[in-house]
């Protein structure tokens, strides 16, 4: 039961941290939708709308939403991106 709290914590820390990004990305018609959260704490996120497709989303991954989400949940080993 601890487990599963711990995971619904984690989760909730990096919806937090999503939704502090979200604004900047859908203001340039993107987005980004939270996947899923591994045991080893990767979290999974797919890129919407304009974000999908641009060339620079490698770089809003790694620059844009894994820098908020390291800073807000440290816990979180890495991020990717899924189809």
């Given at each position: 039961m601890a487990e599963a709290t711990?995971?619904?914590?984690?989760?909730?820390?990096?919806e937090a941290a999503l939704a502090k990004v979200r604004p900047s990305l859908e203001a340039d018609g993107?987005?980004?939708?939270?996947?899923d959260i591994t045991d080893d704490k990767v979290v999974e996120v797919r890129l919407q709308g304009a974000c999908k497709?641009?060339?620079?989303?490698q770089m809003t991954l790694?620059?844009?939403i894994g820098r908020v989400l390291r800073q807000e949940v440290p816990e979180v080993?890495?991020?990717r991106a899924v189809d």
């Open positions: 711990e995971k619904q914590e984690l989760r909730e820390k990096v993107g987005g980004v939708e939270l996947v497709g641009c060339p620079m989303s790694a620059m844009g080993t890495d991020l």
